[in-house]
């Protein structure tokens, strides 16, 4: 075994060891139970769920599997939570308003105490699985609205079920494959750094990857070189270490789709840079892959891959990579790079996504709304568009004896 491979594999124990510490610390394992009415509770229909680590395999806990039943005694606790005359509705705004505020605190800082303070019934917390739980949930006449983020194929189901009930309010907030567009006359140093954190965050596991990165033809060949130089530096391990760059991916399932994807485009013809293999000997890690040489009909051109693959393009006209960054069911976010205002207003104005980032990328905040055209969902979330799903629009028109202005 070489020094380097001795090393690598060294450092891995040493990974692995501290994860387990960490874990024993932070993380001891526990059940993981169904949180209603401001209590605790088993499930009804006595299966849990388990949780693993996909840094090691090992179990992390199980969780209570909530099931339709568990559905319907959440929504009626629900309900009485909200009926006239409540705690919850004599509730003061500002004080409902803290204690919302007081959540989200609670939520960063310790992820088991959710609902201190709120009156019982108005935070249920239900685990289960999509086909039972989400789809009772989906189908239910007593829920108002639905938020959803994941697949464009669920997605769909519950816009489905939800018109087959009650016509409930949904909003989606699905898949994407979304176009980065980095000009010759913009920062290469800055672009390719941008590019990169913008498809390798949370192991490219992330709706608004840029996945697909279209680079003006005078620079391509630069473009490549950096960006294969940038994934090559990335640190693989335990998500839970500082200083560590990628941690794995969610599971096996997943793991396998990403490999199954990376060979597709092999096969097609696409240039593997880096990567496109398992990286260590446990876990669900791969390692960070980049591809040149990509065109539009190829497989990880057009599907989701969800994972920490880079996929490189070649333009050489605005109006080309225009239709070509338009040219997917899928329109959720963009990335233009350039110094030329011109260029960028034109190529905001023209891409069909919710969201496009001009010289930077994921830079979100609370006050910007989010959400995608097309089959990337509807609805927004955040600023004041995401408080307008969760509201109706009342009339009230009342008779008055005189009208004296």
Not at 32 to 57: K, L
Not at 153 to 175: C, F, H, M, Q, Y
Request: glycine content about 10%.
């Amino acid at each position: 075994m070489s020094n380097e491979s001795r090393d690598g594999q060294q450092r891995e124990n040493k990974l692995s060891t501290l994860n387990i510490l960490l874990l024993t610390e932070h993380f001891p394992f526990w059940d993981i139970q169904i949180f209603m009415n401001n209590e605790w509770h088993d499930s009804c229909c006595g299966r849990r769920i388990p949780v693993y680590n996909p840094a090691t395999g090992e179990l992390l806990c199980e969780v209570e599997e909530g099931d339709k039943e568990d559905i319907d005694k959440a929504v009626k606790c629900a309900r009485q939570a909200f009926q006239l005359g409540s705690p919850w509705r004599r509730m003061d705004a500002s004080e409902r308003g803290r204690l919302l505020c007081k959540l989200a605190d609670l939520v960063e800082r310790d992820r088991q105490i959710l609902a201190a303070g709120f009156p019982p019934g108005v935070v249920n917390i239900v685990p289960g699985y999509g086909p039972t739980a989400g789809h009772a949930i989906a189908q239910h006449m007593d829920i108002d609205k639905v938020a959803f983020t994941g697949s464009t194929d669920v997605g769909k189901i519950i816009k489905k079920a939800a018109g087959n009930s009650n016509l409930k309010r949904v909003t989606l907030e699905l898949g994407g494959k979304n176009p980065n567009i980095v000009f010759a006359d913009s920062d290469l140093e800055h672009a390719v750094e941008q590019a990169h954190h913008g498809l390798f965050f949370n192991q490219g596991q992330c709706c608004l990857a840029g996945s697909r990165v279209f680079v003006e033809e005078p620079i391509y060949d630069d473009f490549v070189l950096k960006s294969v130089e940038r994934a090559k530096k990335r640190v693989l391990g335990n998500p839970l270490v500082p200083g560590v760059d990628q941690g794995p991916q969610i599971d096996k399932k997943h793991f396998d789709k990403i490999l199954e994807l990376i060979e597709s485009g092999r096969r097609e013809g696409a240039k593997l840079e880096c990567g496109g293999g398992a990286w260590g000997q446990k876990g669900f890690f791969i390692q960070p892959t980049v591809f040149s040489d990509v065109t539009d009909d190829m497989r990880i051109a057009k599907e989701e891959i969800f994972g920490p693959v880079q996929q490189i393009m070649k333009f050489s006209s605005i109006e080309e990579v225009i239709r070509r960054a338009n040219n997917t069911h899928y329109g959720l976010a963009a990335g233009v790079f350039t110094n030329d205002i011109n260029k960028a207003l034109t190529i905001s104005a023209a891409l069909q996504a919710g969201t496009v980032w001009v010289n930077c990328y994921n830079a979100m905040s609370s006050q910007c709304p989010f959400g995608g055209f097309k089959m990337s969902g509807n609805g927004r979330e955040m600023g004041e568009y995401g408080l307008q799903e969760y509201t109706e629009i009342k009339t009230v028109t009342i008779k008055i004896p005189q009208k004296n202005s």
